[in-house]
Every structure is written in structure tokens, then in C-alpha cells.
């Protein structure tokens, strides 16, 4: 199927996530997640409206990159981070992130290690006949939900 030159046109930049405590953030997703801090933004009302809060708006646009992926780290002053981010993968919105990784036990104990929380009842080992595919969920520092996953062959 080809596409259209408007949709060719379309690239994933970054995704954006609120964080109560952006040193926090930035030891769980590059110490623990091998990110690299990239540019960075002290942001005020000029993005209010974009980012639809009310005026005096006051925060920090902190990007992380690792292998071609973008994540922003939203850190408010004026108005504060509420709220939080949905429990179960059946609400509207973004649910999680996930990570590939060849050693989900180290990895796990790395971001344990790194301000991130087991959710023990998201933990599944489902046969694929040849392979085993292990997963389990992490709450990072501000409960956004990561998803590791690791597929080993069988014997």
C-alpha cells in the first residue's frame, strides 16, 4: 500500500509525559532506562495555550533519547503536576510504555533500583511454542505505567 504524500509526511516526534519531580524522572529514564538528556526548555506563557493550562504557566520541556525515541519531560512550577496516570490499559489515552530488553530480571531490579515500583499482578509468561515471552509492568516514579518484555527460546 502507498502512501500519500501528506501521510509520508507524518513523523512521531516525542512523547510528552507530566512529571511531579523531573530529577526523579531524569534518574528513572536515563540511569535506569539508558536514556540521554537532550535539549532542554524553561517554558512560560508563550506555550499556555498549546499545552491548555491558564495563564502564568511556568515549567521545564526536559527531552530524553535513546535509540531514536523521544520522550518529553513535562516539569510544572505554575500550575503544579495533578492528577495521575490511569491504572489499568483499558482507559482513554496512553497507557504505557514499553522496552524490549534480553535480561527482564536485571532490567526489573535496575529500575526498582531507580525509583520504579513492580506491579507483581501484571507479571506473564505466555508459551509461543518455541519461545517464551515474559512481560511485566513498572510504575515509574509518577505511576506511568512501563511495560518490559523479553522472548526466550525454549531449552
Same mark, same amino acid.
Given at each position: 500500500m502507498s502512501?500519500?504524500?501528506?501521510?509520508a509526511?507524518?513523523?512521531? &516526534?516525542?512523547?510528552?509525559?507530566?512529571?511531579?519531580d523531573?530529577?526523579?524522572? *531524569?534518574?528513572?529514564?536515563c540511569? $535506569?532506562? $539508558?536514556?540521554?538528556?537532550?535539549?532542554?526548555y /524553561?517554558?512560560?506563557?508563550?506555550?499556555? !495555550?498549546? *499545552?491548555?493550562?491558564?495563564? $502564568?504557566a @511556568?515549567?521545564?520541556?526536559?527531552m530524553? @533519547?535513546?535509540?531514536?525515541?523521544t520522550i518529553?519531560?513535562? &516539569?510544572?512550577?505554575t500550575?503544579?503536576? /495533578?492528577?495521575a496516570?490511569?491504572? %489499568?490499559?483499558? %482507559?482513554?489515552?496512553?497507557?504505557?510504555?514499553?522496552?524490549?530488553?534480553? /535480561?527482564?530480571?536485571?532490567?526489573?531490579?535496575?529500575?526498582? !533500583?531507580?525509583?520504579?515500583?513492580?506491579?507483581? &499482578?501484571?507479571?506473564?509468561?505466555?508459551? *509461543?511454542?518455541?519461545a517464551?515471552?515474559?512481560?511485566?509492568?513498572?510504575? /515509574?516514579?509518577?505511576?506511568?505505567r512501563?511495560?518490559?518484555?523479553?522472548?526466550?527460546?525454549v531449552?
Open positions: 502512501e500519500t504524500p501528506a501521510v509526511s507524518i513523523h512521531l &516526534s516525542h512523547v510528552g509525559l507530566c512529571v511531579a523531573l530529577a526523579a524522572a *531524569l534518574r528513572f529514564y540511569d $535506569g532506562l $539508558g536514556f540521554e538528556v537532550a535539549e532542554g /524553561d517554558l512560560g506563557d508563550e506555550v499556555a !495555550a498549546t *499545552l491548555e493550562v491558564p495563564p $502564568g @511556568r515549567l521545564r520541556s526536559q530524553v @533519547r535513546r535509540d531514536g525515541a518529553e519531560l513535562l &516539569s510544572w512550577t500550575p503544579p503536576a /495533578d492528577g496516570p490511569p491504572t %489499568r490499559r483499558n %482507559r482513554i489515552g496512553l497507557t504505557h510504555l514499553t522496552f524490549v530488553v534480553e /535480561d527482564l530480571p536485571a532490567v526489573e531490579a535496575r529500575l526498582v !533500583a531507580h525509583g520504579g515500583t513492580v506491579v507483581e &499482578s501484571t507479571r506473564t509468561r505466555i508459551d *509461543l511454542g518455541r517464551v515471552l515474559e512481560l511485566v509492568f513498572l510504575a /515509574d516514579p509518577d505511576g506511568t512501563i511495560e518490559l518484555m523479553e522472548t526466550r527460546p531449552g
